[in-house]
């Protein structure tokens, strides 16, 4: 089957020279079956030599007798040289015009389940001065309530947009950037930010989080000696996150203490509070007294073993995807509990084969782990020794001496990190010779992608939104 180019609009000044004669072509094989019901529209022409829209409209052969402007229930687009169809339900129910979304208040104003499932599109191209070519729809069996005078407009940016299922998915941060590390790549691409320009620099800001977004840590200097400095800093990215340890709270001990919250002994690779729902995203450690001896702090990142793994043995990776792992703190006046496997996948089609951009969390924080809740014996009681086995060889990579992170903070000295990713843990200090003393906050990943996006969309426009890929404001 073949396509070919008609006309849709009278002829105004088109340049006939051969570089714009149709050419025939032939579709995938998904769209030759499907064909009858799909139109096909061309992106734009080279912009000098485009003079008319007519070569952006493509009718299949088994289409010839209709005319453009006859609805149909797909519109296919050629988006970046292969023709892609859009089912008509998806291209209305995004509709972003001033009927169908709020300008105000951005809320959407009917019903994904108001659209009739007859609903058919009729379409052509138009160029918009500042979001360039678009396609335009006019409705028929359109959503109960709109006139025959509704258009809906999509930019063929937005459209390919569309398509990338990964970033749409996961809300435009892009995964794809993110950098496995060990010991050795994280020495030589640590972060450190000055306190003052990340209070007071946007542009460092977005710095940060992007550095934060790819390896999961992060250092701050010269924060000031106060209690309070911990909010400033989780607060420059939004709200902080309260837990029943506090809005902020404190990892301290003093010689002869009367009351010694924790602990000075030696503390192992763990994350937060996963034994709740949602653990906390961001984590931020501001050392205020750093006056024992010893007391390090390190970081392994949990991302980098899980994959390291996945290459070693995929049946290992997939047992820790699956086996249900309990967490739990139970107190006379707390009792938090919740069950989740040691690594989560995104959970997309595209990644039935999981590979490392597919890897969304890794919970691992063996102190808290309570006693298992598969049901023991028969074919489970298997499924429990092949967790043992898993759990041997990832916790292996995870503590493997070429894997972490030593570093010891320095009063004034700030460490983020993504507790979902970066595993983090302390070696014994003295603690009779000297205070010690961490202030800690929490941020949820909501608030850090928030944030994180308004400022992508500030300084690169990666962000989509109105129908229009937004440019950088510079
Ligand atoms: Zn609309």
Not at 15 to 40: D, E, I, K, V
Not at 83 to 102: G, I, M, N
Not at 235 to 251: A, C, P, Q
Request: charged share 25%; net charge neutral.
């Amino acid at each position: 089957m073949s396509l070919k180019l008609t006309t849709r609009l009278p002829l105004r000044a088109v340049s006939h020279s051969p570089r714009h004669r149709p050419r025939p072509l032939s579709l995938p094989r998904h769209l030759r079956r499907a064909a009858p019901a799909r139109r096909f529209f061309w992106p734009p022409s080279p912009p000098v030599q485009a003079p008319a829209q007519q070569e952006h409209l493509v009718h299949d052969a088994t289409n010839e007798g209709q005319l453009d402007g006859k609805p149909s229930r797909h519109i296919a687009v050629n988006i970046d040289g292969g023709p892609r169809a859009f089912d008509t339900v998806f291209l209305r129910d995004s509709c972003t015009c001033a009927q169908c979304v709020d300008p105000d208040s951005k809320q959407k104003l009917f019903q994904t389940s108001d659209i009739p499932h007859d609903i058919q599109g009729s379409c052509k191209t138009v160029e918009d001065p500042e979001k360039g070519w678009m396609i335009e729809v006019e409705w028929e069996n359109d959503v109960k309530g709109y006139g025959s005078e509704h258009r809906t407009r999509h930019s063929l940016d937005w459209l390919r947009r569309a398509l990338n299922v990964e970033l749409e998915l996961r809300g435009c941060v892009r995964n794809d950037e993110r950098v496995l590390w060990d010991k050795e790549r994280i020495t030589k691409d640590n972060k450190w930010i000055d306190y003052e320009e990340y209070m007071a620099s946007d542009e460092v800001l977005f710095d940060a989080l992007s550095h934060l977004n790819q390896y999961g840590l992060l250092f701050l200097r010269n924060v000031p000696d106060s209690e309070e400095s911990v909010v400033d800093v989780a607060g420059r990215i939004g709200t902080l996150k309260d837990t029943f340890y506090g809005r902020t709270w404190d990892v301290r001990s003093k010689p002869k203490a009367e009351n010694i919250a924790y602990t000075p002994q030696f503390l192992g690779l763990h994350m937060d509070l996963l034994y709740t729902s949602n653990p906390p995203h961001l984590q931020f450690l501001h050392s205020l007294r750093a006056r024992a001896p010893r007391g390090e702090s390190f970081f392994s990142d949990s991302f980098h073993a899980a994959n390291i793994l996945h290459q070693a043995s995929p049946f290992h990776f997939r047992t820790l995807c699956t086996f249900p792992v309990t967490y739990h703190y139970h107190h006379p006046t707390h009792h938090y509990h919740y069950t989740r496997p040691t690594v989560e996948l995104f959970p997309y089609p595209k990644y039935s084969e999981p590979t490392n951009l597919a890897i969304n969390r890794v919970n691992w924080s063996p102190p808290f782990q309570g006693p298992f809740e598969a049901r023991i014996g028969g074919e489970n009681q298997i499924a429990l020794r092949n967790y043992l086995a898993a759990a041997n060889a990832f916790e292996k990579l995870l503590s493997a001496e070429e894997n972490l992170y030593e570093y010891r903070l320095e009063e004034g000295e700030c460490v983020v990190f993504d507790n979902r990713r970066v595993l983090h843990a302390r070696r014994a200090f003295d603690a009779t010779k000297g205070e010690r003393w961490l202030k800690g906050a929490y941020v949820d990943d909501d608030v850090f992608f928030s944030k994180l996006r308004v400022l992508q969309e500030k300084f690169e426009g990666r962000w989509i939104a109105e129908g229009v890929v937004r440019h950088a404001v510079k």
